[in-house]
């Protein structure tokens, strides 16, 4: 019999924060003869319940890469498909993610989005902002390397400005001009869809995640799945570099 991961994990050793690479949407719809939209459109249930399953389990931050900065190079079609998913959700869900108590924050370059997406987004962070339960980050138009880059040229601005000096430029600092300002770094990431790689998805806050890869599609994804990855988030062994006493 297999195991049943929701009763089973430690609800006092929840992570923090969970990262996430919704990846398999494609392949999900094709195993069914279907457009790929239809596996986004699936994928976007999964947000749904995904959300929810957060809320339940205690996580404070929960980050879905949606959309990344090389995501453009995909056919017309299916960016225009995406972004319309994107924007609809927005719409739509914004009341009941409201009342949830879900603060809603996008990283990434958000000035390049089609108007309503960029308005469905900004209207969302604005309407969520003073909420606290679960802070959900959704990676629009992001890439990890961007990402540092702007960074990076935010403090060259400091201190050629004399804002800051060369001397104390440190980690914290680069934090904290990277899109994830005031987020704790992920605990665990979780990328679905069966491929093991980063694909630029928040490669500086990564450095000491616990890494989970499953197989199963993002839009078969569900509590039980979610539950498991945590559960092996609980038994592995978290050094940071040092040595356990
Ligand atoms: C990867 O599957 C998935 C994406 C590129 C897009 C995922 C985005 C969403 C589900 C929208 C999320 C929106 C919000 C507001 C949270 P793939 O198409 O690469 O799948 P494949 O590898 O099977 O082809």
């Known amino acids: 019999m297999s195991k049943n991961y929701i009763d089973l994990i430690d609800k006092n050793n929840i992570p923090a924060h969970v990262a996430v690479i919704m990846d398999g949407n494609g392949r999900w719809a094709k195993k069914r003869n279907m457009p790929r939209l239809y596996g986004h459109r699936q994928a976007m249930e999964t947000v749904r319940l995904i959300v929810e399953s957060c809320v339940?389990?205690?996580i404070k931050y929960l980050t879905l890469y949606a959309f990344s900065t090389e995501n453009w190079r995909r056919p017309k079609d299916e960016v225009?498909?995406?972004?319309?998913?994107?924007?609809?959700?927005?719409?739509?869900?914004?009341?009941?993610?409201?009342?949830?108590?879900?603060?809603?924050?996008?990283?990434?370059d958000i000035d390049n989005l089609p108007g309503s997406a960029k308005s469905c987004a900004v209207d969302a962070m604005e309407r969520t902002k003073d909420n606290n339960?679960?802070?959900?980050?959704?990676?629009?138009?992001?890439?990890?390397?961007?990402?540092i880059l702007n960074s990076?040229?935010?403090?060259?601005?400091?201190?050629?400005?004399?804002?800051?000096l060369i001397e104390d430029i440190n980690e914290d600092i680069i934090s904290e001009h990277l899109y994830t300002k005031d987020i704790p770094d992920p605990d665990l990431m979780i990328r679905t869809g069966g491929e093991k790689r980063l694909s630029n998805f928040l490669i500086w806050q990564l450095s000491y995640a616990e890494l989970w890869f499953t197989d199963v599609y993002w839009p078969d994804f569900t509590k039980e799945t979610l539950c498991n990855a945590i559960y092996d988030y609980q038994n592995r062994d978290r050094r940071y570099g040092g040595l356990n006493q």
Do not use: P
Request: aromatic share 6%.
């Open 152 to 164: 990076c040229k935010q403090i060259i601005q400091k201190v050629n400005s004399n804002e800051l």
């Open 133 to 147: 339960i679960l802070n959900m980050n959704v990676a629009i138009n992001y890439g990890g390397r961007a990402d």
């Open 56 to 58: 339940d389990l205690g």
């Open 80 to 108: 225009d498909g995406l972004m319309k998913l994107m924007t609809e959700y927005f719409i739509k869900e914004i009341d009941k993610l409201y009342k949830k108590g879900v603060k809603v924050r996008i990283l990434g």
